[in-house]
């Protein structure tokens, strides 16, 4: 004799994004921590509605949006290609520090023209006193050639936060010239920024 198992009462499937066709839809902010649990047990995302950054949790199966910050240096008005689309994904984080904050984290190179470089900048937008606020900028002590790229954000203890980004010093070509970056890690856990390379790597873009 056969059983057919029926699914637990409530549960259903929600399509959240759509990565298929991505013109004119809403996408995922970060590919590694995009979605998460709250310390309240709330469900939250980020995603990118044009050039807007919206912070979104639910509750009551009901989606509630709060936007960030409007950020065009990574994003669209419009994903017309899924390489915009992976570019946007890869350029912000969320993460909830021990406290319980919410925190964005943006990539946000700045061209120094005296120097035909970038200056790697990392914005850290919080939710604190009930709205979005820019609560530091972190910025790395060096230039590059072509820009970060791909960041990783991860909090720690005491309200830490661990960074993984990139920076492209050559561009990639092709196959036979995949060009050259650095990936770097930086933390706040002793109470300043420091920062540490952990490879050379290819052009990561």
Not at 82 to 95: I, M, P
Not at 180 to 185: A, F
């Given at each position: 004799?056969?059983?057919?198992?029926?699914?637990?009462?409530?549960?259903?499937?929600?399509?959240?994004?759509?990565?298929?066709?991505?013109?004119?839809?809403?996408?995922?902010?970060?590919?590694?921590?995009?979605?998460?649990?709250?310390?309240?047990?709330?469900?939250?995302?980020?995603?990118?509605?044009?050039?807007?950054?919206?912070?979104?949790?639910?509750?009551?199966?009901?989606?509630?949006?709060?936007?960030?910050?409007?950020?065009?240096?990574?994003?669209?008005?419009?994903?017309?290609?899924?390489?915009?689309?992976?570019k946007?994904?890869?350029?912000?984080?969320?993460l909830?520090?021990?406290?319980?904050?919410?925190?964005?984290?943006?990539?946000?190179?700045?061209?120094?023209?005296?120097?035909?470089?970038?200056?790697?900048?990392?914005?850290?937008?919080?939710?604190v006193?009930?709205?979005?606020?820019?609560?530091?900028?972190?910025?790395?002590?060096?230039?590059?050639?072509?820009?970060?790229?791909?960041?990783?954000?991860?909090?720690?203890?005491?309200?830490?936060?661990?960074?993984?980004?990139?920076?492209?010093?050559?561009?990639?070509?092709?196959?036979?010239?995949?060009?050259?970056g650095?990936?770097?890690?930086?933390?706040?856990?002793?109470?300043?920024?420091?920062?540490?390379?952990?490879?050379?790597?290819?052009?990561?873009?």
């Amino acid at each position: 004799m056969t059983h057919r198992h029926s699914p637990p009462p409530g549960l259903y499937l929600e399509q959240l994004e759509d990565r298929l066709t991505p013109a004119g839809t809403e996408v995922p902010a970060g590919e590694f921590n995009w979605m998460q649990f709250s310390p309240t047990g709330e469900l939250a995302q980020l995603v990118w509605e044009g050039q807007t950054l919206v912070y979104r949790t639910r509750a009551a199966n009901t989606w509630h949006d709060e936007p960030v910050v409007t950020a065009g240096t990574f994003s669209a008005n419009q994903y017309d290609n899924r390489d915009q689309v992976q570019k946007a994904s890869q350029s912000v984080q969320l993460l909830f520090t021990s406290d319980g904050t919410p925190h964005v984290l943006t990539l946000d190179p700045q061209w120094v023209w005296q120097s035909s470089a970038y200056q790697t900048v990392i914005r850290d937008y919080a939710r604190v006193g009930g709205r979005w606020q820019l609560v530091q900028s972190i910025t790395a002590p060096w230039l590059s050639n072509w820009g970060p790229n791909n960041l990783v954000a991860e909090a720690g203890a005491n309200n830490a936060i661990h960074l993984l980004f990139s920076e492209t010093y050559s561009f990639a070509t092709g196959v036979s010239n995949q060009g050259s970056g650095i990936l770097w890690y930086a933390t706040n856990k002793s109470g300043t920024w420091t920062f540490y390379k952990v490879a050379d790597t290819a052009d990561l873009r």
